[in-house]
């Protein structure tokens, strides 16, 4: 049977690698990881994370039931979003969830009153828009008083206030999240002392909170993914051990989502056309935006290889693209080895953010996912010549 291009093409041997650094890397027994589904849904990846003992992080009712259908328990499930529906809500509560993270005092009215008639309590986090600069692209940044993510700390006093008044809802923790793809650790250090700030104030409130949820966003390399195809956990989690003013019987919560998946997936296309266009040559690939839209959205760099090349015809300049009708229906522009039609390019670090965010613009089919421990990627690659494209 013919494998068709473009796939996506997931590592399970890197991802399991990857997951056992993470587990290794966490310092201390109240230390809590998460999976942002958002990153990677698909179902192998997610009960691959599930048997390195993850937690699920969900900013959907769907990832929820999702979360549930692939082995995590409700009570390690944590629900975030700025905008959850009704319906989403009484998926969260009838099912008993860890805890929602609720972004302004008009949600808490609602979720108290879906509590109310599912007649259970809801636990309550906090998410709190720190003001943090995660330093990162302007598209991915969620910690900043612009940004629409989270009660602002000028109200957790109000908010306080107001869930005092709600019998259905108890508030067990809070909730930060700053941002994605952040290399630097001194956005997370600046978090901490903003957390370390607030956790004094709730306590004068008279206030003992379960859990501290420190979010995700530790970034991977995207420039040299072969070089450092696993993130450092290490250092990461070092710097909340450090900063974090943790109390006694405190959980800290993390929510990792592109450090977990990334490096661990590729998009595989193949070469339709070489164009020759007037001021540089267009390789012309069977993948668009349509599969992987990060370059077109945030700008992204990928790593590109064309991976069936023969290296001793020699170099040439490309601007690699995709068949959209889409001037930003572009991969990037580097030197490959002289390209030309039927050859297979790999476009690498897209296990996050990439799949999930497919669509099928143009009407175009729903790219499939193809796993490493069931073949190598040369063997799917072979598959691919029986179709009508050699
Ligand atoms: C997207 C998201 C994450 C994961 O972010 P990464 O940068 O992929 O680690 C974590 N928490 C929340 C609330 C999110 O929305």
Redesign the pocket.
Known sequence: MAIQTPFYYYDIELLEATLQSLTDAVPSSNFKVHY?I??NAEDRILKTIRKYGLGA?C?SGNEITKALSCGFEANEIVL?GVGKSDAELHTAISNGIHSI?CESIEELVVINEIAEQNNRVANISF?INPNVDAKTHHK?T?GLSENKFGIPISEVSRAIAEIRKMPFLSLSGI?F?I????LSMDPFIKLCNQVNTLLDEIEAEGINLEHINV?????IDYLTPDENPIPDFEKYFAVFHEHLNVRENQTVHF?????VVAQCGSLISKVLYVKKGATKNFAIIDAGMTELIRPALYDSYHEIENITADAALGQDNYSVVGPICESSDVFGELEMPITKRGDILQIKSAG??GQVLSSNYNLRDSALAYYSDENDLKSYIGQTKESALA
């Open positions: 942002a958002k990153a992080d900013v975030a993270n998410r991915i969620t909730h999240h941002g994605s793809q952040i979010g995700g966003g530790l970034g929510e990792l989502g592109r450090s996050a953010y």
